[in-house]
C-alpha cells in the first residue's frame, strides 16, 4: 500500500479536475441514489469528484483516501462543501461504526483491495436498506472482452477530444499511470460476479465499454 500512495501522491499533482474513464460513469452511480441521506462514504475518494456529487444528497460524505496529496487537493476543491469529511485513511484498517452508513461508493479503489474482505466490511457499515455503488476496472475474461476493448479505442478516443479538446492526456500524466499500472491487477468481470453472489446476494454488476465494471447493491431491510 506504500507504493500505492506513493503513486497517487504524484498523480495528485498532475490532476486537473477534469474528464476521465471514471468520471463517464459518475452520472450512472447517481441514478441509484436515494432522494437524500444522513451519512455516505466515499472510499478512494481522490481529489473528492465524486464526494462532491454525494455532498449534493447527503447531510454529511465521509472522504477516505491513502494519499495525503489527493486528500489536500479534495480539500482545496471543496471549500464550497462544509459537509465532506476528508481523511488521510487505509479503508482496511478504519474502524467504521456497524450500521453507519445510508450510501458507501467507491470509484476505481476496489481493485486495490481484498474484495472479498472489503465487501464484508462493507457490508458490515451499511445501513439496512443502504446502497453501495462501485465503478472500477476489470482483466478482460476473452475474446469477447478483447473485442469490446478494441471498439473501445475509438470511443475513448472521441469522447477525450469533445470533453478535453485533446486525443491525449499529457505525457507526465500517461507517464505516471502506466508506472502506476505495473503495480495493479484486476479481476474479471466474472470473477467479481462470483463474489458478490456469494456475499451480496441481489447485486447488479454490468459491464461497460470503457474498461469498467459497475456494482450496485442494496442492502435488505
Known amino acids: 500500500m506504500s507504493q500505492v500512495q506513493a503513486d497517487f501522491?504524484?498523480?495528485a499533482l498532475l490532476d486537473n479536475?477534469?474528464?476521465d474513464h471514471n468520471r463517464h460513469y459518475h452520472a450512472f452511480l447517481l441514478k441509484f441514489l436515494p432522494p437524500h441521506s444522513q451519512a455516505a462514504l466515499d472510499i478512494g475518494c481522490g481529489t473528492?469528484?465524486?464526494?462532491?456529487?454525494?455532498?449534493?444528497?447527503a447531510d454529511r460524505v465521509d472522504a477516505l483516501d491513502l494519499s495525503p496529496q489527493m486528500i489536500r487537493i479534495g480539500q482545496e476543491r471543496?471549500?464550497?462543501c462544509p459537509n465532506i469529511h476528508f481523511q488521510v485513511a487505509d479503508f482496511m484498517a478504519c474502524d467504521l461504526p456497524a450500521g453507519a452508513y445510508?450510501?458507501?461508493?467507491s470509484i476505481a479503489t476496489l481493485h486495490h483491495l481484498p474484495l472479498d474482505a472489503a465487501l464484508l466490511k462493507i457490508k458490515a457499515a451499511l445501513r439496512p436498506g443502504g446502497y453501495l455503488l462501485v465503478i472500477d476496472l476489470h482483466r478482460a475474461a476473452g475474446p469477447a472482452d478483447i473485442f469490446r476493448s478494441g471498439f473501445a479505442f475509438p470511443v475513448n478516443l472521441a469522447l477525450r477530444l469533445l470533453h478535453t479538446g485533446r486525443l491525449r492526456t499529457s505525457p507526465a500524466v500517461r507517464a505516471a499511470w502506466d508506472e502506476h499500472g505495473q503495480h495493479d491487477s484486476y479481476l474479471t468481470v466474472p470473477q467479481v460476479r462470483d463474489i458478490c453472489a456469494a456475499l451480496l446476494p441481489g447485486a447488479r454488476v454490468r459491464q461497460h465499454l470503457l474498461w469498467?465494471?459497475?456494482l450496485v447493491w442494496k442492502k435488505p431491510e
Open 212 to 214: 469498467r465494471y459497475s
Open 102 to 105: 445510508d450510501i458507501i461508493a
Open 17 to 19: 479536475d477534469e474528464w
Open 48 to 57: 473528492g469528484a465524486f464526494a462532491r456529487l454525494l455532498a449534493d444528497h
Open 78 to 80: 471543496s471549500a464550497s
Open 9 to 11: 501522491d504524484r498523480i
